[in-house]
């Protein structure tokens, strides 16, 4: 399974973009790239998947350069609500493992 | 409603009194799987499962046990409980492996004394 490396944690003010990179050198060709958010005593909850270039929902964007190495999970405007941890995931498309690995993720502070 | 339950939702025992916390979901989802969560460890995953009897060690199984029997239900067997296991712990299903998305109880906080 491909390693992420992301920051441990991050902080921001309400109402400012927010970009969280997760890195992922080897990452093999049929691998997805998922984000997962996580609030405080809650269990985690998909956010957004992708697998190159640009990817956007409701919620937020997922930016993924050429060379897929890395990712971006950009969330606009943040809240106070968007307090939680943010997961990184690689995980292959087709898989006989069953493994998935969370890591620690990135807690997102957003302050007032 | 789609979901996954987990019953107790908080539990404290004593070191040594075998437990089981039970998963269930209504999803008829094939993949299920277990976590803990602890400080500074984030997410680590204990034990899942493919399918119906099917099962396999996650990265940290020491000291637990589980059972695929239906499809929808998936416990976690704690049989000598012990101080070092006491944690947070999700379940999760999803639709065929782990590559589907994640749908995640609400949490067991089991406290071990």
């Known amino acids: 399974l491909a390693k992420t490396t992301q920051p441990i944690s991050m902080d921001s003010y309400e109402g400012q973009e927010v970009n969280i990179t997760c890195s992922h050198n080897?990452?093999?060709?049929?691998?997805?790239i998922t984000w997962y958010q996580q609030f405080p005593s809650q269990g985690p909850r998909f956010i957004i998947q992708?697998?190159?270039t640009k990817v956007t929902n409701e919620v937020a964007s997922l930016f993924i350069p050429a060379d897929r190495k890395s990712s971006t999970l950009s969330l606009p405007r943040v809240s106070l609500s968007d307090t939680a941890v943010y997961y990184c995931l690689v995980d292959p498309g087709s898989s006989n493992t069953g493994k998935l690995i969370f890591g620690q993720g990135t807690t997102l502070q957003v302050k007032p | 409603e789609a979901q996954v339950t987990q019953n107790p939702r908080y539990l404290i025992t004593v070191t040594g009194k075998k437990l089981t916390v039970t998963c269930s979901q209504n999803?008829?989802?094939?993949?299920m799987s277990w976590y803990r969560q602890d400080p500074g460890l984030g997410l680590r995953q204990i034990y899942y499962?493919?399918?119906?009897?099917?099962?396999d060690k996650g990265d940290v199984p020491e000291g637990y046990k589980v059972s695929r029997k239906e499809k929808r239900n998936f416990p976690l067997i704690l049989e000598s409980p012990s101080p070092n296991q006491t944690s947070l712990y999700f379940c999760?299903?999803?639709?065929?492996?782990?590559?589907?998305?994640?749908?995640f109880g609400p949490g067991t906080r089991l406290t071990v004394l």
């Open positions: 999803m008829n989802h094939e993949y």
């Open positions: 992708g697998y190159k």
């Open positions: 999760a299903s999803s639709y065929r492996d782990q590559s589907d998305t994640q749908y």
């Open positions: 499962s493919m399918n119906v009897e099917v099962t």
């Open positions: 080897n990452i093999a060709t049929n691998d997805y």
